[in-house]
């Protein structure tokens, strides 16, 4: 395939009166790892819940290995190879790590390769997914979207409420899921730990783009660093 495997093309989120997303406009090309990055109620999350079919844009269009999924449920999106990891994981606590990830994959397709990956899960996978720590449960709510063989895979906050160490490993998952070939877009306030992870980068406030480029690029600019990324 020649062009961007994802492309959102001025794109509007409203809630009643709240306009969240004011015309973003981003792409991902295939095997990249882009990322979102901005404060807290930049609109981060509305994009992707609308890339995934959570949401419903106002306005825009989204194009996902050039077909129009502007308003395509989540549900066939997954079965087409783009899954969401959603925000705050959303593992079912009582069923176990198997049950878990059976639920991302119908036939059961990918567990193997998953338990591969993270062994981890592996071990646990008979144990209630509400008994592993809050890293483990990070890694669950990754490997539950990986075992639908996703080509496009979006994260959302996957750092948030973890241990510095802990950040450390999805960040090194992260870099793995790139480096095996599949796109990331991942969503993050944590924007310096985010930018060194990926290939480019778009800086959102107040639901508006207000800068991009190459990852490398935006860490080395002082406006960018100064206003949004802070001090280390
Ligand atoms: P966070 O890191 O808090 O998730 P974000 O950058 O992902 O922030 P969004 O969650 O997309 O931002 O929110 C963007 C704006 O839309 C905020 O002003 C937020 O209060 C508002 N908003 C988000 N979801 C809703 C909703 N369901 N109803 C009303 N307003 C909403």
Redesign the pocket.
Known sequence: MTGPILTVEDLRVR??R?E?VRGVSFDAAAGELVTLV??????????INAVSGLVRPRGGRILFEGRDITRTPAHRLVRSGLVQVP?GRQILATLTVEENLRLGAPRRAGIGEVYGRFPVLAERRRSPAGTLSGGEQQMLAIGRALVARPRLILLD?PSMGLAPRIVDEVFGVIGEIRSSGTTVVL?E?NARRALRAADHGYI?AS?EIVHSGPAAELLGDDRVVQAYLGVE
């Open positions: 809630y009643g709240v969240a901005g404060a807290n109620g930049a609109g981060k999350s509305s994009i925000e906050e969503v306030q959102l639901g």
